[in-house]
């Protein structure tokens, strides 16, 4: 049982590039989201979906956008990266919303030069 | 990640003993409170929830303690083991939709 999938692992960006990251979940659930983590910050949320067909923003959403493409997949667009934007990005799903448990992926470390 | 640890709080604890982290919430509204292990270069991980109707709720091995007078929240390990080595994160609920994660604690098992 494989969870939550984040891909890649790694990316190096060079400033204005684009770039998605992708999420997959295979626990059936219905809400995933996407988190960033800086040094000293926690976790943060970019935007979360609620339910298949729906997004909202989180607390920082400037500068990404998000497809819901089913209920497994769960995507992240940076359009124009910046170095402001390097983080380790968590992909998380929950069965409904934020009440119970959060499972999180295992990261994807992102550099913007 | 490594760097994400660069500027935490750190807890020292010999193998055997028994660890307290703290941690301390802002709103007397939040009504869930969560804590979550991550393990280096590793996603968080689930450890132990509570309601704001309680004041402790235990696990195997750890036990949470709530304090909604002083707005504080304990994580206990009972008998620290070097694989508990890690850092916690406390996260708060505030409303239906949002998670507030706070900063975290390293916690290092010397055996």
């Known amino acids: 049982n494989a969870g939550v999938t984040q891909t890649p692992k790694f990316q190096v960006l060079k400033t204005g590039q684009s770039m998605t990251l992708q999420c997959a979940q295979d626990m059936n659930h219905n809400s995933m989201y996407w988190y960033r983590q800086d040094p000293g910050m926690g976790l943060r949320l970019i935007y979360y979906s609620a339910s298949e067909g729906t997004t909202d923003k989180g607390e920082v959403p400037n500068g990404y956008n998000v497809s819901r493409l089913n209920k497994r997949e769960f995507s992240l667009r940076l359009e124009s990266a910046a170095p402001s934007q390097t983080s380790v990005y968590f992909c998380?799903?929950?069965?409904?919303?934020?009440?119970?448990?959060?499972?999180f992926g295992e990261g994807s470390r992102l550099t913007v030069l | 990640g490594e760097s994400v640890g660069l500027h935490l709080p750190t807890l020292s604890v010999q193998e055997g003993d028994n660890s307290i982290i703290n941690c301390a919430y802002s709103n007397s509204a939040s009504d869930y409170f969560i804590w979550y292990k991550q393990e280096s270069g590793k996603g968080p991980q689930f450890i132990i929830d509570?309601?704001?109707?309680?004041d402790k709720r235990q696990g195997q091995r750890v036990t949470v303690l709530l304090n909604k007078t002083v707005k504080h929240l304990s994580l206990q390990i009972a008998a620290t083991q070097p694989g508990d080595s890690a850092v916690y994160f406390c996260a708060e609920r505030r409303g239906f939709q949002k998670l507030v994660f706070g900063t975290g604690t390293r916690l290092l098992v010397s055996p």
């Open positions: 998380a799903s929950s069965e409904q919303g934020f009440t119970g448990e959060l499972f």
């Open positions: 509570i309601r704001s109707n309680m």
